[in-house]
């Protein structure tokens, strides 16, 4: 059965009850679901980042150990959410106060997936990022499960289990895709295809684009919203295509085969005007344009480009993705050409985790090694780099106002910006 923790004593009452507060005040600058608040890995209107990376520039303020897992954290005015896997046998969402990491609440579930053994380096845990949305948090368990909480208070509110409740086999690597909040609506890639619930009840809606589960199917990509030829839709990246789907009804407005290696379709695609931008391990970077003529979509390629991004999404900045590639270096593409304005020397870290504010990107690799450079579409010139973590960063950094969230195997860390003109 699941567990909630409520808080006991005093103290942690109040810090639900100013939680509570904090849901329903101003969002302000907060890291809400995958990717940041605008899931493209931008950064609203915080402070600008300091040039250095250094102990006078941006310091640790507190660090709590977790079990492992790879689930971005999320952000508050004044709280993280977190996950992690306990003792092969279960999975939590936890609420910590943002400025000391105390714990405000906890909820446990059974959660589990033995993944095969060609991916066991990465690990059996929880992946899926939650999502943040009008007081409630949407987690994704690795055995297909979703389960909404009360984000002030960990109550389980409605779980929807997709192997149970739609007949359907446990995914091999578990349930992988973010869960996206639009409306009165969550999106995820879960259940052998695309879903949607109704985010307040957790009622299918509908159901589509199937691919029948097991090792070649369970989605490793997450959905984005976005406007193409004047219509709303949602874009979606299965193991083996590319596609847009209605909101409304679920109808599949058009579909595109994106080549890859054993289904390795992993990034979030990246949206820019009517142009789609996907990479993929053993594929390509490639360039899309959605159209609509009549009653009738079409989706054509625009460029194709020999790099593979794989694991790591892209930010755009002025017309431009910087991606990190299989290969471990960074580039930079102009999406209106395909054209590599170039690539770095360097070679860094498997994963990096990008996030984007003004002209300025920070990276954080598995290594633990945090990176930063301007988004310069002329060359590539690194301007700091530091180490935050002795332990594997491969959860996606989170950044809001001056803090910085950072999800290593063992725990989450909050670091802080310190002004330069201190």
Known sequence: MPTAFPPRSKPLLGLALALAASL???AGNTWPQWRGPTRDGTVGSSPPWPSQLDEKTLQ???HIPLGPGYSGPLITRDHVFVTEAKDQAFEAAIAVDRATGQEVWRHQWEGYVKVPFFAKSNGDWIRSTPALANGRLYVGGMRDVVICLEAATGKELWRFDFPKDLQKPLPDFGLVSSPLVAGDALYVQAGAGFAKLQAESGKLLWRT????????????????LATMAGKEQLIVQTRDKLAAVQPSDGKVLWEQTIKSFRGMNILTPVSLADQILTSSYGGQTQGWTVSLHGDTWKIQPEWNLKLEAYMSTPVVHRGHAFLHTRSQHLACVDLATGTKRWQSEQKFGKYLSLVLQGNQILALDE???LLLFPADPDRFAQTAERRVSDSETWAHLAVADTDLAIRDIKGLAVWSWISESR
């Open 367 to 369: 290594r633990g090694i």
């Open 60 to 62: 640790r303020r507190w």
């Open 209 to 224: 684009l199937d691919d029948g589960g097991g090792m070649w199917g369970s989605a490793f990509s997450s959905p984005i």
């Open 24 to 26: 329903t005040a101003s």
